[in-house]
């Protein structure tokens, strides 16, 4: 299987290009990786973001780690983006969204992922106001992906979750939700995450990574990887214990027919947890996943 590695690990830590990406290739081994927008804002005015970003594409490219995609962080997940309540918020939304797809291709990366958005707590219990809601966000990742394409991107990856407030959040809405986006300027694909599809308290008997990669395997452009207990939302890196096993994720994976699927591990510390134990966590997270999972 194809192992990366998502950045989020360096945020508030590692902010430095060239140390970073020396440390994903010298000390993590790996050649594929996913930036995270929590280590630059795509709203930042252009000149100053785009400085930052050639920083970044330069340190990864002579290091000889590819930097495969963008994906929204903590931040971004934070906002209601294309599923507010408010019309403003959404096309605010919309025209973040514009300036990923920019970041992300000044940045040499082919693909744009990230969560889709929420609603209110009054919308979700709506039926018609989710499906309007629902329709609406299909036209703005249909533009966004006709503005990708004239940028050019490749594709856009819509990240899943087990929030009923969001779409997608499930694997039959995910399949639905893919299946109302076929045909759009550049391919939207999904991309799932371990801990979300095996995060029990909401999606009960659904709580089943093979599950979601059978039914989803046709749309599944890219993979977050992390350790979880499936009580909650962990990005638990793998020196904890946890029920997501090498024996599951070689077994799922196969299965599903997903081999050629990046897998990048997403690990999300606490601000407040000692820099060089997190980096001690990291290096024998990414040792005993070459070693488990083949390098």
């Known amino acids: 299987m194809n192992l990366g590695l998502n950045l989020s690990f360096a945020v508030k830590r590692w902010l430095k290009p060239e140390k970073l990406a020396s440390m994903c290739r010298e000390d993590f081994g790996v050649n594929h990786v996913q930036f995270t927008w929590d280590l630059i804002n795509p709203w930042w005015p252009e000149e100053l973001r785009d400085e930052m970003v050639k920083d970044y594409r330069n340190a990864f490219e002579k290091t000889g780690v590819q930097i495969d995609a ?39 990366a082919k693909i744009m992922g990230t969560p889709a958005g929420g609603m209110s707590y009054e919308d979700a219990r709506d039926d018609g106001r989710r499906e309007s809601l629902y329709r609406e966000m299909l036209v703005y990742i249909k533009k966004l992906a006709e503005y990708g394409r004239m940028k050019g991107l490749k594709e856009i990856h819509i990240e899943a979750t087990p929030l009923v407030t969001e779409f997608p959040h499930s694997p039959e809405v995910s399949v639905n939700m893919m299946k109302d986006l076929e045909g759009t300027a550049i391919p939207v694909k999904l991309l799932i995450d371990w801990g979300h599809a095996l995060y029990k308290p909401l999606l009960k008997e659904e709580a089943d990574i093979e599950l979601w990669f059978q039914q989803c395997a046709p749309y599944i452009g890219s993979i977050h990887l992390q350790q979880t207990d499936g009580q909650w939302d962990r990005h638990w890196d ?58």
């Open 70 to 108: 963008t994906f929204g962080g903590l931040a971004s997940y934070s906002y209601a983006q294309l599923l507010a309540p408010a019309k403003a918020q959404r096309e605010a939304a919309f025209l973040f969204f514009k300036r990923a797809v920019d970041m992300t291709v000044d940045m040499g």
């Open 238 to 295: 793998f020196t904890k214990e946890g029920i997501v096993t090498p024996e599951l994720i070689k077994h799922a994976t196969k299965n599903a027919g997903l081999q050629d699927i990046m897998q990048y591990l997403e690990v999300v510390t606490i601000f407040e947890d000692d820099d060089d134990a997190v980096y001690e966590r990291m290096k024998k997270t990414m040792d005993y996943l070459h070693k488990e999972l083949g390098k």
